[in-house]
């Protein structure tokens, strides 16, 4: 795991699998990783979309993300979902089987970082004016919108991003949480690839993975964050049969991990080596009932690998 030692608890592969599918695309991943390394975000998002071409549904659409940070973001904390639901860059699966398709999606995940969303969307009838929208890139999760059922809400009121604010407050204080909380935050999703209404299928996972696991390098390696929360588990998720997290373990330099009996946060470990220097919280998905006390226990997390 580029040249770092992984500490006792961390979890190893050899044990028995059943996906085995996964393991061979990372042997894969392993022999390209030079070429990968050589290569642009857009190149390798070209990449990763004719790597997955076998398992895009044609009759489905798609969308694309690539990491953002909001303009009050001071490098303390970042945060991963699983795969993103629904976004700006949407394209039919038939026309990513096309250069022009994929091109389209490609510049359309890449325009959030420099346009801010909202102004990408100004013309969404679904946008309802916001007198404090300041075209922040992360102001997208604040600004108003109108649901296919006519109810006004904000992005920011869901499970992620309740979780989000919560952590904020807890672990940087007050200062870090004003009513456009993401602002000061960093974002990304373990899959860069899904379906525009759901979480990437299993084949879809697999075929995309070894370019994730590159394309998570270069941000944390751009973004240099201190401090990195994955929001990705499952309760019950272990190290032997998990699509989020684990599934990345010999693809991300993880090192000093140690694992934690709470079903809400499973362990606490570093991202270290190729560039990178991050201390990380693993836990549970924000989305759903039953996680009452999930971010404190994220923040007690936090503030124990300072």
Known sequence: ???VDPAPGLPRSGGRRRRVKA?????LARRSSTTMTNKNEPELLNDL???CSPAINSSEEYCLLSAIKGGRWDGRLMFYGRAVNGWHSVEKGADLHGAAGRQRLIENALAPTRIPLCKLEADDSRLVHDEGCDHDPMHWVHHPRLLASGWKGRISSGFFWTAVKKVLHGFLGAEATPPAFATNVAW???YKLAP???????????LQRGICGELI????????PN???FFTQYKTSSPEDDPWFWSFRELLPIADYRPN???LVHGTGRLVGDGIDSRFVLAVHPQGTGKAGLADKVVESLKASR
């Open 49 to 51: 979309l004719l790597t």
């Open 188 to 190: 990304s999703n373990l």
């Open 1 to 3: 795991m580029d040249g």
């Open 23 to 27: 393991s061979r695309i990372v042997a």
């Open 196 to 206: 525009n209404d759901g979480n990437p299928t299993e084949a879809l996972a697999d």
């Open 227 to 229: 401090h990195v929360v």
């Open 217 to 224: 390098k270069r941000e944390l390696r751009a973004l240099k």
């Open 261 to 263: 009996s709470d079903p």
